[in-house]
């Protein structure tokens, strides 16, 4: 089956692709949905240039497509109806149990006459966690909520040492699924080489703190 990964360039969305490349499915292109700027990344505020980077680590090409909030699910909408023009037949979330993501990802998918694959779906935190490290894949953590974490959460590495943190934190989401953090792939093994990048500085949004993050070359 010819499917595309909906791509944020995080934890979920690498672990899913990798998913369904071992169950036979043939991942054509990534689709990346990005600040109406053309800056950064809706969800995790990764810059344009490292994201196509990662994709070309991974040599599947990426579709990067400028948005707002408001307009989003129509230009989703109309990226995915030209990606139906290369005979793709399914899209591939790695949503875990937002119930509403779920439904929402369901019904735009079966408007387009497309299938939705869930891959993640209803699996234990911890136990996804671990099955993403033990896979290879290397991520650190590049946007938290100051709610849960504090800024020198940033830049930390996904293994056995931050799972062990992330429980000691009351009403956290091991995953983040509630947005308590982001992350970035850099490696695994779903990429063709790992990427070479330097941190900048963390900025502070309201509530939110992102860690600057480029190319080595840049």
Known sequence: MKVFVSWSGGKESSLACWKVIKRGFEVKSLLNMVSEDGKHSRSHGINLPLLRKQAEAMEIPIVQVKTTWKSYEEIFKKAVL????????????GDIDLRE???????????????AVLPLWGKAREKLLKEFIEAGFKAIVVAIDTNYLDKESLGERINEEFIHKLRTIKDIDL????????????G????KKPLEFITGKKILRDKRCFLEIKLKDE
């Open 175 to 186: 995953c983040g699924e509630r947005g308590e953090y982001h992350t970035f792939v850099y």
């Open 101 to 115: 993501h779920r439904d929402w990802v369901e019904r735009v998918c079966r408007e387009l006459k497309i299938k």
């Open 188 to 191: 695994g093994p779903i990429f």
């Open 82 to 93: 030209r990606l139906r023009e290369e005979e793709i037949e399914a899209g591939v979330f």
